[in-house]
């Protein structure tokens, strides 16, 4: 057999693993990237400290005053836009023909992680990774108590090929005034396995992955990182909390440094395993207003960026991945 | 207004409209990506004419014999792989624990799509194209009728950023046993819009489109091109049968010039407008055993690799786009 194609139990989307495509040849070789040097103040980088006048009004800083340690700023090219006493609900939808539009509300923010331009979360200590999501909690429980906003959506993209415009470390709160059809699927289909078998899906996963260990990456005492049974991607990485949340808002204070330490802990072991590959990540998390749910459960997934996604996969919906979660799962364990 | 979100209707999918974003600063300059030169004939290149003793053993040619024209031939790295005589339906199925896993059986073929190394569909004559979409439309055909295969996908990659590996023009086909979520929902929507409506909704987009002609690149007899009203990346194209046709199989022979013309066409003034940009192209078509349904309409969709899928567009399932598709369309329209 060439190939075995696994299912992700918790939003039924298949994965084929076939181990025979890493030996494709390969006209275009890995060649090796050249990172480029920082220097840790850039002149021009509105991210910098000292060049807080570059930025829109702050929204938020984490050790405030010149000493900042986190800062959260209005994304200066945003994807949405907050607007005082704009239209709400029906008023701001539009029809043209047979189409429908929103206009585009909502909240872009940039969580600026260091003063530093040449920082990284694999250098910080623990009780400063503490306060970026600290950040990222305080926003998000901000941001959803605006009604207007039904998603709310936390995310990095670290390195040219994860889609980053700017080298200063930073990540981004997007929220929208609706439920997107790829949320709604994810929680439709752990409603009903809910409705099947009593039990929130992501915490049978999670009962499973700490028994069997095969695909355990890290655990401290409130949160597991696995490298999912299903991965879309190699390294593909899932942190969760042990306890039921089904949103991340209900994240409370004495969990942020557990948080912290293994999501450092993890990239960390990405950083020294594969030379610091380019990846994303993302908090998925119920939308604002079904917080407290039985059936879902907020997870943290990193998504490093060594393969492409291709036509097989954008016509699809599946993925092709040509390492098994087992392998980096002991990878990862034993890169100290 | 910073921007408008427009919904697809026939996925009911957004795409967020934010022209502001395409001003963002960029610590990656787009390096003008030199493309290279390549020959005619490269001896270490399996799909080369002379070479065809490195390829497993032909499924099919067009002009067969030494002076082929297109050759199908198997993958030499399948994502799934034919097996005679394999366990089938619930006989390939594995649990283990809590998870489900199938077989990796299924077809996975390459068409190559001319004897020469440094071809390109933008630079063949239709009628060579034409010979391309035969050998499509054939193995199509065939593939579906191992009733093993739910979905077969047609789909190539041009570029490295679209996750191309070798040089020499190629597409590939690959069948799998089941139909993964992404296209049950395209086809649980376009379901539901021809429960309400009694029209499929591509019937509908198409004589809109067509009256419209904002968002119109290109059409012939038998075909349309255009710009979709919810576009998900900057220059995306798709390419419609003008006749409600649910299944790429219910293509006739006689339509075979016009597809090739109209997706040459489009091919051209992408490459003349964009300078050779890398892309995917995709052919989405209904599952096998549901060809000759109502409500589903097969369409060639291409996806120019121009900017960067990130952590927004992974974890929510939307799009951000900086370019509306009425000025692709105008754009492309002018690009003789």
């Avoid at 005082?84 to 509300?105: N, V």
């Amino acid at each position: 057999m060439s190939s075995i194609i696994r299912q992700d139990m918790s939003t039924k989307d298949w994965t084929i693993f076939s181990v025979k495509r890493a030996q494709r040849p390969h006209d275009y070789k890995g060649s090796k990237k050249k990172k480029k040097i920082l220097e840790k103040y850039e002149p021009s980088c509105p991210f910098c400290k000292g060049n807080e006048s570059m930025t829109p009004e702050e929204i938020l800083a984490i050790n405030g005053g010149k000493d900042w340690s986190v800062r959260v700023v209005p994304n200066k090219f945003p994807a949405v836009e907050y607007i005082k006493g704009s239209p709400e609900g029906s008023e701001r939808r539009h029809i043209s023909g047979p189409y429908l539009a929103i206009d585009g509300i909502g909240h872009h923010e940039v969580i600026i992680e260091s003063p530093w331009h040449n920082d990284n979360i694999v250098r910080m200590d623990t009780t400063h990774v503490e306060k970026i999501v600290r950040a990222y909690r305080q926003r998000f429980i901000d941001i959803s108590s605006d009604h207007q906003n039904q998603l709310v959506i936390i995310f990095k993209n670290h390195g040219k090929r994860a889609g980053t415009s700017l080298d200063h470390p930073h990540s981004q709160i997007v929220a929208t005034p609706f439920v997107p059809g790829y949320i709604r699927n994810k929680m439709f289909e752990a409603q009903r396995y809910y409705d099947d078998f009593g039990n929130c899906v992501y915490c049978d996963i999670i009962k499973h992955e700490l028994e069997d260990a095969s695909r355990l990456v890290y655990d401290n005492d409130k949160y597991l990182a696995i490298a999912p049974y299903a991965s879309v991607v190699p390294y593909n990485i899932v942190i969760y909390p042990k306890k039921h949340q089904s949103c991340f808002a209900e994240t409370t204070k004495d969990e942020l440094m557990d948080l912290a330490s293994v999501l450092r802990t993890v990239l960390k072991k990405l950083y020294d395993l594969l030379d610091d590959p380019d990846y994303n990540f993302v908090i998925d998390s119920s939308p604002v207003d079904q917080s407290g749910n039985r059936h879902y459960h907020w997870h943290l997934e990193i998504l490093p960026r060594l393969s492409t996604r291709a036509g097989f996969e954008i016509g699809s919906g599946m993925n092709i991945n040509s390492i098994f979660p087992e392998t980096c799962a002991e990878n990862l364990r034993n890169q100290k």
